[in-house]
Every structure is written in C-alpha cells, then in structure tokens.
C-alpha cells in the first residue's frame, strides 16, 4: 500500500512537471496520460534503467533524479502514443495539418 501511495505522488510529480495533459489532443485525464520519449529511445531508456519492457517507477525516478529534463520528452495520451507508434504522425496532427493547407 506504502509502495501504491509513493508510485502515485511520483507520477503526479511527472505530470505537473511536463504540463498536466496531452501535447497533441490537450486530454487531461492522468490515467491516460503517459510519457512519451520525442527521440524514439524510450526501450533503450527502460533498457539503461533495468527494465527491458516497462519502465514506470524507475523512469518517473530517473527523470526527476535529472530535474525533469524537458528536452526529448512530453506527454502525449494513449491513444496519441499509440497512433505516433503506428502511423508516424497521431491523426490530430495530420488533421491540423490538413486545415492550414486548405
């Protein structure tokens, strides 16, 4: 439960830290929101830390170990992050896109 209380306050931390919500569609809600690494090195990050697959606690630490670097790093939702993974741009992005063109 102690464990459950200091993951939590870390990931608020993190939270306020890159700006409380998703860069790309401005979603709020912090259960679906996560980090998102802008140089495509998330998997060497978790890599680097002990974790080959899920990074959580130790990344939040390791960021905030490092004052919150705000270079290469944001917040984007699930679905964001999903879609950047997949597609290269998150839909939001290619629809902004398409409203200066025309």
């Given at each position: 439960k102690r464990?459950?209380?200091?993951?939590d306050a870390?990931?608020?931390?993190?939270?306020?830290?890159?700006g409380g919500k998703c860069t790309c569609c401005n979603e709020t809600e912090s259960a679906f929101l996560t980090l998102e690494h802008l140089n495509g090195d998330g998997a060497a990050h978790r890599k680097?830390?002990?974790?080959?697959?899920?990074g959580g606690l130790k990344i939040y630490q390791d960021l905030k170990n490092r004052g919150w670097p705000k270079d290469g790093y944001t917040i984007?939702?699930?679905?964001?992050?999903l879609a950047k993974a997949i597609k290269v741009t998150c839909p939001h992005q290619r629809k902004s896109q398409l409203s200066l063109v025309g």
């Open positions: 464990k459950k209380v200091l993951r870390l990931r608020a931390e993190f939270l306020a830290a890159y680097r830390l002990g974790k080959s697959r899920r984007l939702c699930w679905n964001c992050n």
